[in-house]
C-alpha cells in the first residue's frame, strides 16, 4: 500500500456516503482513477453497504414479551421503620465501642488480620531504608 493511500483511506467511508467537500472529493476521485487497489476497496465496501441495506427488517418483540417483573413500591412510611430499624443496632453497636474505647484506637483499626500485618510490614521496609538513606548508606 502507497503511503498516499494510507493518507486516503481515512476519507473513503466519507467519500463513499457522499459526505466530502467537493474539493476533497475530487482528490479522492484523482486517486482512484490512479490507483486500483483502493478501487477495489471502494468496490468491496460498496457492495457490503448494498448487501446490510438490503437485509430484511425483523418486527420488534412485542412489549408482553419484554415487559419486566413488577416489583411493590414500599410506603414511605414503611422505609422510615426499614431505616429506624437499621440504624438503632448500629447506635447502639457504636455506643458500646465508645464505652470500650474502641474508637480512641481507630486510626489502627483494620478490619483484616492479614493487610495490617502486611501494611507493618511494609511500614517497617519504608523505615529501614530511609534510615539508610539518611545514613548515605544509598544514593
Known amino acids: 500500500m502507497r503511503p498516499e ?3 486516503l483511506e481515512q476519507h473513503l467511508h466519507d467519500y463513499i456516503e457522499g459526505w466530502l467537500a467537493e474539493s ?10 490512479e490507483c486500483p487497489e483502493c478501487q477495489r476497496k471502494v468496490v468491496g465496501w460498496v457492495r457490503i ?9 425483523l418486527p420488534a418483540p412485542s412489549a408482553r414479551k419484554m415487559a419486566l417483573p413488577s416489583y411493590p ?9 426499614l431505616s429506624f430499624a437499621l440504624s438503632v443496632p448500629s447506635a447502639f453497636v457504636l455506643k458500646r465501642l465508645l464505652a470500650l474505647g474502641a474508637l480512641e484506637r481507630l486510626e489502627t483499626f483494620t478490619p ?27 544514593g
Open 5 to 7: 493511500c494510507v493518507q
Open 24 to 33: 476533497e472529493r475530487s482528490e479522492v476521485e484523482q486517486h482512484l482513477h
Open 49 to 57: 453497504g448494498d448487501a446490510l441495506r438490503n437485509l430484511p427488517t
Open 73 to 81: 413500591v414500599l410506603p414511605v412510611r414503611w422505609m422510615v421503620g
Open 112 to 138: 483484616y488480620p492479614a493487610l495490617s500485618m502486611l501494611s507493618q510490614k511494609v511500614m517497617s521496609l519504608a523505615q529501614s531504608l530511609w534510615q539508610q538513606i539518611q545514613q548515605g548508606v544509598i
